[in-house]
């Protein structure tokens, strides 16, 4: 799949010798009516469609296979570019491709767009069969199992009977988690990273407010956007209110502290003053362009619901069954879902005897550190790997 | 100015034996044309009204006066009541009165809305004279030291030459900070609570969230509102992520944790399922009763403007004058303005050889700890006051 540049008609791209090159998203259909998929909330979904990528080449064994799961704002492209006119990798293209933490030349990586995205997954903006209007809000509720349930089926659809390592932050780890607890037999290994069993009362708090600006949109009218119309205003402000939660005090300090925007002096009017002021504004507007508001409510309520202890009666009992091997990664300044509630689950994992390492990675970086460039998570990651290709053989 | 309070007609205020009674709001006008108040952006604002309460009684000597200085949401009305009906005490009740803290019996308190306001002082609320419509965006911005030389004004004006004592929380510490600086020989002594002598980039990320939110508000119409109509979507959003950080991540636990409004199970459905996304939203809607849009906008503003070093070149140099005894307070979970920005405060204090103390009290319950009762906070206070007053003999 990866592409020989040509480094004369596109040396931006041909720079960068470690990337997957040219990729494309493709998709997989299934839950055909009357084969629904029955989710959690007890509503039934079909037909169901799965946009994902994959880079590297599945070893004959079918071994090799790497999931990477998404975040609150990813999509199926997780590496490489789309197109020669891309301007940005996937978003993860710092820790996929040849030479890499999740080396190319090794594995077989795949990623998928989560259930009720809008990346191609069926989500909100989808077509409802029985309406044949997209769903907006008859969409159902769908939680962290329900999108760990689609992501198998492409697994089952792509022959594969075990996946060598699971892998994502954020909601990306929350679905790692569920992975190792919804298929026990299917998973040899898993890397959370900076995320947790359940959302404490503050990040339910910021997730609330989020919704409600989107909700109090004028534009958004119930999900059924008007034409030509989406509830950009209100989408930008939780993505503003989110990207404030996603870096740390510290980061935000070094990279603006209290910086003017293109001026020497207070402007003494309500136009934007300071640098951050500026980047948020910016974080907002570009996102609007990408996403989609009723897909942000569903992912954030999804987040919500995660509760590991809550379903369970405890965490420890939720990972009874759990036969995966375990690499837990946080970053001390990630506040969103701090230290301490990794640490929350690998005490419990290691009551039921499960193999599992935990590391703390020190980052001034906040709770988007997995997203940065990052040697020591990529030293993490790859020496992982590597030690379970070795068992392997 | 107490009322003695029959219990047969108002068990609920005759129950309080350290309130102040029914208190009413009066009002000064001043800086009339042609003798308009020049404010620091270099535009001149006049008439001004100052809308003000107090409380106890001035001595002879006019030398018993306490200025309390409100914070973002504040408004003049800081104890008793406005009548028997009124539902809730003024906003430092539990600080202010006889035997209290700021003990009516011996001092005279003041409380006025700060410049800019909503409750009766000059905000944008208020008729502009050129246009005989309200100010809106018109209103000149208005930055700490304005608020302060108003203040200032109302002082003169009822004949007193020096204050005992300064205090207020959060922006009303910010005012405390620069009536020390603006007016270093009108001071006797100052306590400034939760404050910070600037804005870190996080907080300021903050205030323009909440901004947008307003300002993208249909209903807002660039300040000038529909009749009949304000933009409540956006200042709810605005007061709804206000409150979060006001809170700390321990108190929203322990006062909220992720138990369900009302139900026991998961909704599924976009209605509220967790208390405390609830309770933000009843914070919002409360607010919007009460609060003006675009006082919100002119005070966020202020706070983000002010910035001691900034303006003199350090914290240092920008206490060089003052010649108040200073108690600064500090809340161990504040994570708005942390306790590390009042230990600045204090070390440039002492390079300057003031008379300072330095309290770090120990609490769960973040920012808003100053608006709660807290004995050590009470203690602090009076033994500090009382110091003062023998002094003054």
């Known amino acids: 799949m990866a592409l020989n540049l040509d ?9 960068d010798q470690k990337s997957v090159g040219l990729v494309e998203t493709k998709t997989h259909t299934f839950a055909k009516p009357p084969n629904e998929l029955l989710l959690e909330c007890g509503r039934k979904l079909g037909p169901i469609t799965i946009a994902y990528e994959t880079y590297g080449k599945l070893n004959d064994k079918k071994s090799n296979t790497i999931l990477i799961l998404h975040a609150l704002s990813g999509d199926a492209h997780a590496a490489g570019y789309h197109s020669y006119d891309e301007e940005k990798a996937g978003w993860w293209d710092i820790m996929i491709g040849p030479g890499k933490a999740f080396d190319t030349n090794k594995y077989f990586v795949i990623c998928s767009n989560i259930l009720g995205g809008c990346k191609g997954t069926t989500g909100p903006m989808s077509i409802n069969p029985e309406s044949q209007k997209p769903f907006g809000m008859s969409f159902p509720m769908i939680t962290v199992s329900d999108m760990v349930n689609v992501q198998k ?40 990273i900076a995320t947790t069993s359940r959302l404490s009362a503050q990040s339910l708090a910021f997730n609330a407010v989020g919704r409600n600006a989107i909700i ?8 059924e956007y008007f034409p030509g119309k989406t509830p950009a205003q209100g989408l930008a402000i939780a993505r503003m209110i989110g990207h404030i939660t996603y870096l740390s005090p510290e980061s935000m300090h070094d990279k603006f502290g209290r910086r003017l925007q293109e001026k020497e002096q207070y402007s003494y009017d309500f136009v934007t003053d300071f640098q951050v002021e500026s980047y948020l504004h910016y974080q907002g507007i570009q996102f609007v362009e990408r996403f989609d508001a009723n897909t942000y409510l569903y992912f954030t309520k999804a987040m919500d619901y995660f509760d590991l202890a809550g379903k ?36 419990a994992l290691i009551k039921n005897g499960v193999d599992v390492s ?27 790997l590597s030690n379970l290709k070795l068992k392997e053989k």
Chains 1, 2 share one sequence.
């Open 7 to 15: 480094k004369n008609t596109n040396v931006r791209m041909g720079m």
């Open 153 to 192: 089926e492409l697994i089952d659809h792509l022959g594969i009977k075990k996946v060598l390592c699971l892998s994502g932050g954020s909601l990306g780890g929350m679905q790692a988690l569920q992975w190792t607890i919804s298929y026990p037999d299917w998973v040899e290994a898993v890397i959370p």
């Open 216 to 223: 109090s949109d004028p534009d958004w009218n119930n999900g």
């Open 312 to 347: 369970f009666g405890s965490l420890e009992r939720a990972f009874e069954k759990i036969k995966s091997k375990y690499l837990v990664i946080s970053f001390t300044s990630d506040w969103l879902f701090p230290a301490y509630q990794s640490r929350e689950i690998v005490r």
């Open 358 to 384: 935990l590391c703390e990675i020190k980052t001034p970086y906040g709770h988007d550190a997995f997203l940065l460039e990052n040697e020591q998570l990529t030293r993490l990651i790859s020496s992982f």
